[in-house]
């Protein structure tokens, strides 16, 4: 077949933090995208601010550098910087549908971890080509000859028998941040020979193959990605597969539903660094953005008027976590947001719907609540995050597990966890995860001062677990996990042992109250901050909730008291990040979120009610 020896397309999966926009920068500044006197932030291609913050990738994206080979040639290498997170595994499968090949960053020091296994897992799957790139080789605890066994190891884990040409892989060896890569293995902590990125760019040419196509054959374009531009609209981002795309052509649209629509095309663009720059025409391989359809989604295919033949539809892996969202129903609703009603909330989720192809969104009984599905507590929470700085109020429930029946019996998600733990903290680890029915599946002690652990454990058990590992190992230990399967019901999970100190009347808090329930145990709330009744102020050593006053005011009298100056000394209170409010909350618990603050509430607010409540369940039970 003929193919276009002049592109290459290639996306670079890895964990979270092993340097996959870091390498991209690097390639960027190395072809001529930028000026050399040029302002190019760090990490360019992360251009979301939660993204920023949260030094992660949450949306696929790709760029394109143009590479002079030896002889002259020059050629077009698309790049899409995928997600490490496995909450985002979605943008990783759309981006795996748009390339020939893949580039899989491991760090020298950490290995190959979970978020490694599953995006190296969906590369096999769709049998691209691969080259390992061991990055941070530069690290002072690096490992470089270990982590390559642990590389081939997890391929030897992955691949079938009849597969063993997939352990025929180039490797590079990089130290992203600094522009550098070499095919000879350096001595651990130094850097690679080479003084730029050429050696990796030469591996690329070698080892991704030129896209292929046939000759005459009618358009075949599949949208994977969807952007929005002030100007144009809507723009989808294709893979042309067939045949050529030219602006203002006449395309047969071929919607998921099954039904085609003719219409004319009024932009067509590519990608040039980091900017969409016009274009006449685009042919087999290259990835295009298209305006002029506004309701086209992904997954859809651009086919020839005359043949339209449809490409297989895009599918991602099940959602396995889900939680509720519906209007902010507290006593303090509309103080700082400006979207509160159920209209706008459920218009936002269906227009995430449009770009996000791994959640859903169903209805509940209540007709301003939904259940939103997706992978992970983190995708959950940065949608939450997402809204609260559109101006939404939400009233968020706590995330739960989505069972399955198989042969008759329930089943529930599990995931593969791996903690990097010191020595000393071994046993509590353990400890932990005996009481949420986690299984040990292996342990590698580097003799470093430090243990990897690997877990097979229930999703539930991890609901929470995060906060109250960082707490047991004194903020030192390091954890990732990833969906693995269903297995049988595990059983009754503890996964809190605390009860909730919960406020019994609406008011503003004050220190004379405060310096007396601080002794009850850890306070979330600070003097002059509203509460009302049935909201969280706290959390209590006991398993039950108590209800406790934070409004109560010191009563004044005209006898004077020797000790009546004295300074009210309050502990901090434990103010708790979007998700950690997600990880702390229980059952019968749920989430206030505003653009000004995150609280936690009972579901039910008034007290009596919630007794009633308990004494039903107890009944029932």
């Known amino acids: 077949m003929p193919s276009r020896a002049d592109l290459r397309n290639v996306a670079i999966i890895a964990h979270v933090d092993h340097g996959k926009t870091t390498l991209v920068d690097a390639m960027l500044w190395q072809s001529g995208a930028f000026r050399e006197n040029q302002d190019v932030e760090n990490r360019v291609m992360d251009s979301m601010d939660l993204e920023r913050e949260k030094g992660i990738t949450i949306l696929a994206k790709n760029t394109a550098v143009t590479h002079t080979m030896a002889d002259g040639r020059a050629v077009t290498i698309n790049i899409i910087d995928t997600p490490g997170h496995a909450d985002f595994g979605g943008e990783v499968e759309r981006g795996l549908e748009m390339v020939d090949g893949v580039v899989l960053l491991v760090d020298s020091s950490e290995g190959p971890l979970p978020q490694t296994r599953f995006v190296l897992r969906k590369a096999l799957a769709k049998h691209?080509?691969?080259?390992?790139?061991?990055?941070?080789?530069?690290?002072?605890?690096?490992?470089?000859?270990?982590?390559?066994?642990?590389?081939?190891?997890?391929?030897?884990?992955?691949?079938?028998d009849?597969?063993?040409?997939?352990?025929?892989?180039?490797?590079?060896?990089?130290?992203?941040?600094?522009?550098?890569?070499?095919?000879?293995?350096?001595?651990?902590?130094?850097?690679?020979?080479?003084?730029?990125?050429?050696?990796?760019?030469?591996?690329i040419m070698e080892t991704i193959p030129?896209?292929?196509?046939?000759?005459?054959?009618?358009?075949?374009?599949?949208?994977?990605?969807?952007?929005?531009?002030?100007?144009?609209?809507?723009?989808?981002?294709?893979?042309?597969?067939?045949?050529?795309?030219?602006?203002?052509?006449?395309?047969?649209?071929?919607?998921?539903?099954?039904?085609?629509?003719?219409?004319k095309l009024s932009e067509l663009l590519m990608t040039n660094a980091l900017e969409r720059v016009p274009a006449e025409s685009a042919g087999p391989g290259d990835i295009v953005a298209i305006a002029g359809i506004p309701d086209i989604t992904?997954?859809?295919?651009?086919?020839?008027?005359?043949?339209?033949?449809?490409?297989?539809?895009?599918?991602?892996?099940?959602?396995?976590?889900?939680?509720?969202?519906?209007?902010?129903?507290?006593?303090?609703?509309?103080?700082?947001?400006?979207?509160?009603?159920?209209?706008?909330?459920?218009?936002?989720?269906?227009?995430?719907?449009?770009?996000?192809?791994?959640?859903?969104?169903?209805?509940?009984?209540?007709?301003?609540?939904?259940?939103?599905?997706?992978?992970?507590?983190?995708?959950?929470?940065?949608?939450?995050?997402?809204?609260?700085?559109?101006?939404?109020?939400?009233?968020?429930?706590?995330?739960?597990?989505?069972?399955?029946?198989?042969?008759?019996?329930?089943?529930?998600?599990?995931?593969?966890?791996?903690?990097d733990v010191p020595e000393e903290h071994l046993g509590?680890?353990?400890?932990?995860?005996?009481?949420?029915?986690?299984?040990?599946?292996?342990?590698?002690?580097?003799?470093?001062?430090?243990?990897?652990?690997?877990?097979?454990?229930?999703?539930?058990?991890?609901?929470?677990?995060?906060?109250?590992?960082?707490?047991?190992?004194?903020?030192?230990?390091?954890?990732?996990?990833?969906?693995?399967?269903?297995?049988?019901?595990?059983?009754?999970?503890?996964?809190?042992?605390t009860g909730s100190l919960v406020a019994d009347r609406m008011g503003s808090v004050t220190s004379y109250a405060l310096f007396n329930l601080q002794e009850r145990g850890v306070m979330f709330v600070a003097p002059g901050e509203d509460v009302y009744e049935g909201m969280i102020v706290g959390e209590n050593p006991r398993n039950e909730d108590m209800d406790v006053n934070p409004t109560k005011e010191k009563k004044l009298t005209n006898v004077r008291s020797s000790t009546g100056e004295e300074l009210e000394r309050l502990v901090p209170p434990r103010v708790h990040s979007l998700e950690q409010a997600l990880e702390f909350c229980r059952a019968d618990e749920c989430l206030e979120v505003t653009p000004a603050t995150v609280r936690m509430r009972k579901t039910i607010l008034v007290g009596h009610e919630r007794a009633k409540a308990r004494s039903r369940a107890k009944k029932d039970a």
């Open 128 to 160: 691209l080509p691969i080259i390992v790139v061991i990055n941070k080789v530069d690290r002072a605890d690096a490992r470089i000859s270990e982590v390559i066994d642990e590389v081939y190891s997890l391929f030897m884990d992955l691949v079938d």
């Open 298 to 419: 992904i997954g859809e295919t651009l086919a020839d008027p005359a043949n339209p033949v449809a490409l297989p539809i895009i599918h991602v892996d099940e959602p396995s976590i889900s939680m509720t969202i519906g209007i902010n129903t507290s006593p303090l609703a509309g103080k700082s947001g400006k979207k509160l009603t159920a209209r706008l909330v459920k218009a936002r989720l269906d227009q995430e719907l449009i770009g996000n192809v791994s959640i859903k969104v169903n209805p509940t009984e209540r007709p301003d609540t939904w259940e939103v599905q997706g992978r992970g507590e983190l995708q959950l929470a940065v949608l939450v995050e997402m809204m609260r700085r559109e101006g939404f109020e939400l009233t968020v429930g706590k995330p739960e597990v989505l069972t399955r029946t198989i042969d008759g019996k329930l089943h529930e998600p599990v995931e593969r966890l791996t903690v």
């Open 162 to 203: 009849d597969e063993a040409d997939k352990l025929d892989f180039p490797i590079v060896f990089a130290a992203a941040k600094a522009g550098r890569a070499s095919r000879t293995q350096p001595a651990d902590g130094t850097m690679p020979e080479s003084d730029n990125l050429e050696p990796l760019f030469e591996v």
């Open 428 to 497: 509590t680890v353990t400890q932990l995860m005996g009481t949420r029915k986690g299984r040990m599946e292996s342990m590698t002690n580097h003799g470093t001062g430090w243990v990897r652990l690997e877990f097979t454990v229930p999703a539930r058990g991890l609901i929470g677990f995060r906060t109250e590992f960082l707490t047991q190992t004194r903020g030192t230990g390091i954890m990732h996990h990833v969906f693995e399967g269903y297995e049988p019901w595990a059983g009754e999970i503890m996964t809190r042992s």
């Open 210 to 263: 030129a896209p292929t196509y046939t000759e005459g054959a009618p358009l075949q374009a599949l949208v994977t990605n969807l952007d929005s531009s002030p100007y144009l609209g809507r723009l989808a981002l294709c893979r042309i597969v067939q045949g050529t795309l030219k602006r203002g052509q006449a395309v047969a649209w071929m919607r998921r539903d099954g039904s085609v629509q003719n219409l």
